[in-house]
T-cell receptor, first 113, second 115 residues
Framework: KAGVTQTPRYLIKTRGQQVTLSCSPI?????VSWYQQTPGQGLQFLFE???????NKGNFPGRFSGRQFSNSRSEMNVSTLELGDSALYLC????????????FGQGTRLTVV | DQQVKQNSPSLSVQEGRISILNCDYT??????FLWYKKYPAEGPTFLIS?????DKNEDGRFTVFLNKSAKHLSLHIVPSQPGDSAVYFC??????????????FGTGTKLQVIP
């Protein structure tokens, strides 16, 4: 079956702009989590959506938001971009958010200039 | 507050030898631990997991050991192969109110296996 698809793969934005990233989970998976990866910081949890509801949120400012649609596809939005937002943004899907491995997409590399 | 710590950012091992990747955690509520492997330009992929009620889980060349009293786990790769060169992330999973799990990742250890 198809894996987790993230679009776009690469993105360059200017400070102050806003950006929307997309994630299509594995068919049948209802949980989608978003992570930010930066050098030295590992995978920082942003938020998790399950059946269109945000169930969990990490310690990121309100500029970071997300949503999930009825088909489980999820979007992440970052407003008023800052240079420090440059990172690899990863989406992970799982059947539920219970115990078990998550499947990650290839990520979106965001560069803010 | 870094609940999952991987204190070694990098590790180099000769091909055929054992690779030992370490992970420490502070959250006593973790009841499940996972290891992921990440190659450049790819998303992390699940490698192996262990329940907190066990102290060892083995899958082929990969073995994870858990020492709950020390809040420490380690991943052993024997024998190490050049294809194992990647960044390895340790993660802990805790059950939250509402019945679902939250996964917290460490900062990763970059393993280089030298041919």
């Amino acid at each position: 079956k198809a894996g987790v698809t993230q679009t776009p793969r690469y993105l360059i934005k200017t400070r102050g702009q806003q950006v929307t990233l997309s994630c299509s989970p594995i068919s049948g998976h209802r949980s989608v989590s978003w992570y930010q990866q930066t050098p030295g910081q590992g995978l920082q949890f942003l938020f998790e959506y399950f059946s269109e509801t945000q169930r969990n949120k990490g310690n990121f400012p309100g500029r970071f938001s997300g949503r999930q649609f009825s088909n489980s596809r999820s979007e992440m939005n970052v407003s008023t971009l800052e240079l420090g937002d440059s990172a690899l943004y990863l989406c992970a899907s799982s059947f539920s958010s219970g115990i078990g491995e998550a499947f990650f997409g290839q990520g979106t590399r965001l560069t803010v200039v | 507050d870094q609940q999952v710590k991987q204190n070694s950012p990098s590790l180099s091992v000769q091909e055929g030898r054992i690779s030992i990747l370490n992970c420490d955690y502070t959250n006593s509520m973790f009841d499940y631990f996972l290891w992921y492997k990440k190659y450049p330009a790819e998303g992390p992929t699940f490698l192996i997991s262990i329940s907190s009620i066990k102290d060892k889980n083995e899958d082929g060349r990969f073995t994870v050991f858990l020492n709950k009293s020390a809040k420490h786990l380690s991943l052993h790769i024997v024998p190490s192969q050049p294809g194992d060169s990647a960044v390895y992330f340790c993660a802990g999973s805790a059950r939250l109110s509402g019945g679902y799990q939250k996964v917290t990742f460490g900062t990763g250890t970059k393993l280089q296996v030298i041919p």
